[in-house]
C-alpha cells in the first residue's frame, strides 16, 4: 500500500468484527508511529493501547453509566468552540446529516442519533483501542503534534489491513478512562481510537470533503 492508498482508503470506520488485532501489528504501528515528528522533538503524546480484559471491563463500566443515563464527566477541554462559524457550522450540520442520513436516521430524531452514538463506547465492537492522552501544560502547538501522531496511527494501521475510529466521544467519560488506565495526574485524556477489522456488512456514509479551493491556496510563481 502506498502512501495515497494509505491516506485515500482511511476513514472513520463505525463497525468492526471481532477478529483479535495482532499484538505484533500493534507492537509494529507503535513503533513506527514514535516517528512522527513534533516541535523541538517534545514527543508530547501518551498513548495506552488496549485489547482483551481491560478493554472489555472499560466497555462494561463505560456502558452502565452510558445505559444508567449518567451525566457525562466535566469537559477538561474544549472539544469545538461554543460558537462555530461559518463554514464549520455548516460543515458540521453537513457530517451529521451524511452519517445519521446514512443510517437511515431522520433529522429531528434526537433518541435514535444518541443510541447510534452510543455505540461510541463499545469501541463500534472493536476488539482494540488505543486512548491518547496529553499534559495539561502544553499549549496548540503540541496539540498539533499530537494529531500529526494519530493520524500517523492510523495510516500506518491500514498498512497492517487494520481500520479505526478517532474518538473524541471517550473524554466525556474520562474518569471511567482514568479508572481502569490509572495515568498520571498531570495528563489529560484527548481522545480514544477504536481499532480493529472492518465489518464491511456495517453501513456508513463515506464523508465527503469542502472542495479543495476551500481549504487550499495556491499562489504560483
Ligand atoms: C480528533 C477526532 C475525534 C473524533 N471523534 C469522533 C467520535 O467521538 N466519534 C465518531 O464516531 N467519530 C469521531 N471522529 C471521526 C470524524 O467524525 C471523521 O474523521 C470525520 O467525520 C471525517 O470522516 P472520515 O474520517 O471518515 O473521512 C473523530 C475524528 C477526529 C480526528
Known sequence: M???EAV?????????TDRQVPAQALARVMSAAAWAPSASNLQPWHAYVLTGGPLAELKKRTGERVSTGDAWDEP???QYPPDLESPYRERRFAFG???????????????ARQRAASANWDCFGAPAALFCYIDR????AQWSDVG?????????????GLHSCAQMAWAKYHRTVAEVLSPPKELMLFCGMSIG???VTV???????????ETVTFIDG
Open 2 to 4: 502506498n502512501v495515497y
Open 8 to 16: 485515500r482508503s482511511r476513514r472513520a470506520v463505525r463497525g468492526f
Open 76 to 78: 477538561e477541554y474544549e
Open 97 to 111: 446529516e451524511q452519517r445519521y442520513g446514512a443510517l437511515g436516521i431522520a433529522r429531528g430524531d434526537l433518541e
Open 137 to 140: 501544560g502544553m499549549g496548540p
Open 148 to 160: 500529526m501522531y494519530l493520524q500517523t496511527v492510523m495510516l500506518l494501521l491500514r498498512e497492517e
Open 197 to 199: 477489522f472492518e465489518d
Open 203 to 213: 453501513t456508513d456514509a463515506r464523508i465527503g470533503r469542502a472542495p479543495l479551493d
